[in-house]
């Protein structure tokens, strides 16, 4: 802890997505530039501000035995919650005895609002998720890693069944892309890699003032002035298939690496029928339609690296076994070389949460399984595809344990003396069932995350 002169140190604790870890950087800025210091264990904290995700039950509960563990082990630490979570319940926040404060959202002045020791700066107006990020100071660092991630948009119009995130966050609001580029510019002078993120980016714009050429700036347009003026690699995170345009595709397509060819495309379900409960706008066909387009002319290019995944949900109310056998067969058409499966978890306040004819928790564990196993089975036979050829590596870690990760969204063992923020090309080798790169003696020295 501080001595009692000291500016107070602060403790961050993050759930759920990127969108989130980059709100939590946003808040760390917000509180140094005030003249916080950041501490690296609560144990040494004098606050510790908790951003919380709501995107299942368990994800609220996990938020609150977190405030309840640290509140037995540190009375006298301050306890701060922000977040999804506290948007969709801050009264109960609020009446949790163990919080000192509630901010609903990610508003960083309204955290420093909270820890009336700190300066008032004036660096950053109120910042709120979405347009309001663009009224402050760019983001300098993402203290959390070596691949920075970038918010250009937040909230979504969509309404799927399952899903308190859009409730929590509103609609869909846009970054202007002179702001999101000036932050791009800014982060890679200590990031070798961007991930775009947010929490629908294929409707990135939609939102935004019409150009000169009469239409908003979409995804393309934004990435277009990314690759022109910013020199890290660029990653797209989450986007949905069906919101992949041509541009877009003949973006990733003509950057030779530049931005990252990977796509994590969400499926949730193959089922037309279960994708009518969730409340998704896009059939089966015209999601497997997409990807097959997306994958033919991606994996056609180059060394043929394309890093494709997807989430699905398992176990969805109304999912029997010829819904379930559905998925599966498209997992299995589909050149996925990762998948992230979810067993369906009840949200309340969620359409879904009300919906019959819920699946056995067994049923939907052995259904998570299956689709696990055959996620394991591709990524394993892409992996060997790539054995032999070049990829462009990123090292990230800290100090003794550090990896490097391709473009095509590979996890490479590395064999020599490797920094952090290191970027560098090397062929890869296929050892155990994993896959290795030399690093060269004249990797270019590590930015300093
Ligand atoms: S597309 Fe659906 S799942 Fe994704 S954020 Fe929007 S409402 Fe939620």
């Given at each position: 802890?501080s ?7 602060v403790?961050?604790?993050?759930f ?16 140094e ?9 609560a ?18 509960a ?10 037995r ?11 999804c979570?506290t948007s969709?319940?801050e009264?109960?926040?609020h009446?949790l005895?163990e919080?000192?404060?509630?901010v ?5 002045s309204?955290?420093?609002r909270?820890?009336?020791e700190l300066e008032?700066?004036?660096a950053?107006?109120?910042?709120t998720?979405g347009a309001?990020?663009?009224?402050s100071?760019p ?5 959390r890693g070596?691949?920075?991630?970038l ?5 979504c119009?969509r ?11 509103g609609?869909?609001i846009?970054?202007a892309?002179?702001d ?8 890679a ?10 929490i ?19 995804l ?5 002035r ?24 003949d973006?990733?397509a ?6 990252a ?9 193959g ?8 409340r ?10 997409r ?10 290019i180059?060394?043929?690296?394309f ?6 949900i398992?176990g969805?109310?109304g999912?029997g076994?010829?819904e ?5 067969t498209?997992?299995?058409?589909l050149?996925?070389t ?7 978890s009840?949200r ?11 699946v056995p928790?067994d ?6 399984r299956t689709?696990r196993?055959i ?6 036979a892409?992996?060997?595809t790539r054995?032999?050829t070049?990829a462009?590596?990123?090292?990230e870690?800290?100090?003794d ?9 590979l996890?490479?063992?590395?064999l ?13 080798r296929a050892c ?13 020295a590590?930015?300093?995350?």
């Open positions: 802890m001595d009692v002169n000291d500016k107070p140190s403790w961050f604790h993050t759920g997505c990127k969108a989130n870890q980059y709100d939590t950087e946003r808040i760390r800025q917000e509180l530039l005030r003249g916080a210091e950041t501490a690296l264990h144990d040494a904290a004098d606050i510790a501000v908790i951003n919380t995700c709501t995107v299942t039950n368990q994800a609220d996990n938020a609150r035995r977190l405030v309840r563990r640290l509140r082990q540190r009375p006298d630490l301050r306890i701060v919650v922000a977040g979570s969709f319940r009264a109960e926040y009446a005895e919080v000192d404060g509630v609903p959202g990610h508003d960083p309204a955290v420093a909270l820890v009336p008032d700066s004036g950053a107006g109120p910042v998720a309001s990020d663009a009224s100071a983001l300098q660092r993402n203290a070596t691949r920075a991630w918010k250009i948009q937040d909230g119009d309404k799927c069944s399952f899903c308190a995130t859009r409730i929590a966050r609609a869909s846009s970054r892309v002179d999101v580029v000036a932050e791009a510019a800014t982060l002078r200590v990031h070798p890699e961007l991930v775009l993120t947010g629908h980016i294929g409707h990135y714009g939609k939102d935004l003032a019409a150009g000169s050429a009469g239409t908003s700036p979409g393309a347009t934004l990435c277009e990314l690759l022109e003026e910013v020199p890290a690699r660029l990653r797209l995170s989450s986007i949905e298939a069906t919101e992949i345009d041509d541009r877009l595709v973006l990733l003509a950057s030779d690496g530049r931005l060819p990977h796509l994590h495309v969400p499926m949730q379900s089922s037309d029928r279960v994708l009518r409960l969730m998704r706008w896009h059939t089966r066909e015209a999601y497997r339609a990807v097959l387009a997306i994958a033919e002319r991606l994996g056609a180059g060394s043929g690296a890093g494709l995944g997807a989430d699905i398992v969805f109310p999912e076994e010829e379930f056998e559905e998925t599966r498209l997992v299995e058409e050149p996925y990762y998948l992230h499966v979810f067993p369906y009840v309340d306040g969620t359409v879904a949460a009300s919906l019959p004819d819920r928790g049923v939907a564990a052995a259904r998570s689709l196993e996620g394991l089975r591709k990524g394993q892409y992996l060997e054995a032999g070049i462009d590596i990123v090292v870690g800290r100090d344990r550090v990896a490097g990760v391709t473009g095509d969204y996890r490479v063992e590395l020599g003396d490797a920094t952090p923020g290191d970027r560098f090309s090397a062929r890869l155990d069932g994993r896959l290795t790169a030399v690093v060269p003696a004249s990797a270019p590590a930015a300093a995350v």
